[in-house]
């Protein structure tokens, strides 16, 4: 493969950084489209070859904007979706402990177990993950590659890309708008930047 730039999207006009939105295809906020300029200007130097993003709304916009700068088409990749958190979708992790005490335990010990009632389960999340990661086979090692997407498939990539057991995807925090990058060789992966959020201020 080559070098990634792991991009998380913006903020959303429903308030990603408190409720949970998988499969919701809600639109980037006001300061969701502030923080996708910020990304732009931070990368507009940075050479970038191919872009991949979610099809879901958020991800898309933010990955069209860092876009702007580099004339390139924008690849839509529904495998790059959020986990769809079924009836969890717009819920507070405080409000899901009180409806959902079983499920919020299993989610709190990071049980590989977690399904969401209604949604997805992490093996099916990673299900998706891999086909996406069987699409990057194709690109030569000179290539640099930027994936705008959410935080549970960008962790699972990570997990993928340093071969280590994907029960350790809740040990990355990947926050809205964060810019990881990953460097791939032969003999592995190097992370050289994870979770960087400098470029907001």
């Keep these: 493969m080559s070098k990634l730039l792991l991009v998380g999207h913006g903020d959303t006009v429903l308030n990603s950084a408190e409720r949970l939105w998988g499969e919701t295809d809600v639109e980037l906020g006001t300061v969701g489209l502030r923080q996708a300029e910020r990304l732009r200007d931070r990368l507009a130097a940075q050479r970038i070859d191919v872009i991949y993003s979610s099809n879901l709304q958020r991800a898309l916009a933010t990955a ?9 088409k924008v690849i ?10 079924g009836k969890f979708e717009g819920l507070t992790f405080q409000e899901i402990r009180q409806l959902y005490p079983e499920i919020a335990e299993l989610w709190t010990n990071w049980s590989p177990q977690l399904e969401f009632p209604g949604g997805e389960s992490v093996d099916e999340l990673n299900t998706r993950v891999t086909r996406f990661l069987d699409r990057l086979k194709k690109h030569t090692p000179e ?14 990539i990570i997990c993928h890309l340093l071969g280590i057991e994907l029960w350790r995807w809740r040990q990355f925090r990947l926050g809205l708008a964060s810019l990881s990058i990953v460097e791939t060789y032969p003999q592995g992966a190097i992370v050289s930047l994870l979770n960087d959020t400098s470029h907001l201020g």
């Design 143 to 156: 290539e640099t590659i930027l994936i705008v997407a959410h935080s549970a498939p960008l962790r699972l």
């Design 76 to 85: 839509t990749c529904p495998e790059l979706r959020e986990i769809n958190f």
């Design 64 to 72: 069209k904007t860092i876009a702007s700068r580099h004339q390139l």
